[in-house]
């Protein structure tokens, strides 16, 4: 099959029409929401949508809304042109590749009132600023689930699920996909937003996908590219330490103490800091004790300046 | 014309396969959301959607999601038949009547971990629960216009507006209208439901339907009924004092304290209790203390059990 170039859509009402055109025709749209700097996790989640829907639609846009302002929304990397190029080789293609320059431009001035006189944000909701409340922009609407929300990313990142639930309700309402696919190494982010679509009624399908690892079990994130090599055979911790402790589970050790202990020294003693090691239940995300049914072992570690997540179910 | 009496669906998806059998023939849809027992208010919500929409949904739902426990969705008035008695009489006529028994009816059992064990409610969000959290039901996902939901209603009345933008969302989400129409009575409600709409990317005209009073000048209202002849005597005090206050702002009154006291002296006097009353910006809802630009004179007020709200714009 020749290699098929995607249509590059910027503007909101342009990616809504292509949308509405597809389905007047009877054709089912699928959606995959990234922030770009593909990797072969990305081709997955692709390839998989692509079983589902007729046409497909990905979106490229890094969401300052999910970034806090001590985050690292300014590094992170980016390559439009060679992510064209990996789309266009992938087999069947993508139809459209939706880049907004900015989700958030509606088309007024700054809103003054979002900051204070003395130059600092005022966040309405008291509690949380991201870096595009930082810029006085006048959005002020955020989609909160608020009890999934809560743990594990949550807990490290406040601003960061609202961010990703209220950019994806923009990108649903946007392109009104059918069926949108979501990498399950965001396992709680994809949990999240099944929850969003049913407590709010899109009518979308959610889908998760199975996270993708280089060769020696890293899990592929685009942020890897950010690690020294000395880091990178260090972060192999994570999963090695996490395939352990899933095998231990599945011997029958189904003390979560002993496994988390066991993560959390592997990942130290590689010299990672770890954010969290948490056993949860795979729906409602809640801490486990002793694993009596399917769980997932979710981590987050730094190592140099990179936070790297990865998680692997247990389903015993 | 022939009265045309409204389809009743009552399913979700039901609801959504009408609208896009609509759409597909080149149809724009209308919706009016609505809680029922209907008076002339929302009769002429309907006839301004019938003049931007080719079909017309209106929606009869109480939403639990947005009263408090104390608050009065208990005695909240309804009458069903006489409400499509209503409709039917309205010339064009309503075609579909969306009327679903419970909308956070997720088709899972009653999410226990809502409820902490001591039978108390855990809020995810902490601070604020409504009618839904009460009974113990899983949906967790709330909606937040968090500049424009602090102020007047939403200080009395704290779950109130996120349960509005909540139940809006899902039922834009459900009905997929091209144009919305809300009451100006519920100024705030308004702006808020237009600014979600903007940022969240709804594809949805929102239009603010002015007010409709009785002959007297008491605003229209649901909750009308429930007023003794005496309290409804006494609660024309609202009416009468906002255009008093307006004649007075046009005749160069502009200090907003001297209009709020007129206000306020009047409603005390005809023993009624003043919840706020409060001239504000028509757009960002901020109070003025001069009336510089165009303003609105919003004002909430108990007579007896029953809270009553109503508004003035002054545009000078």
Redesign the interface.
Known sequence: MAAKEPEIIRD?DQM?RWSRAMR?QGKTIGLVPTMGYLHEGHVSLIREARTHADVLAVSIYVNPGQFAPSEDLSTYPSDFHGDIRKLTQIPGGVDVVFNPHN??D?GGSTDA??RASNGAVK???GETVSCLEDKGVG????????????GMCGRSRPVFFRGV??VV??LF??V?PDVAVFGKKDYQQWRIIQ??V??????VRVIGSEIVREHDGLAMSSRNVRLSPEEREKALSISKSLSEARSSAEKGQVNCKVLRDLVIQAISEAGGRVDYAEIVDQE?L?SVEEIRRPVVFCVAAWFGKVRLIDNMEINI
Chains 1, 2 share one sequence.
């Open positions: 909101k809504r007047a989700l958030y509606y009132s979002a966040s309405g909701g959005h002020e609407t955020w989609v909160r689930v608020e009890r999934l929300e809560k639930a209220t309700s923009k309402n946007i009104e929850r969003m049913r407590d709010l009624d899109f009518s409602s809640e």
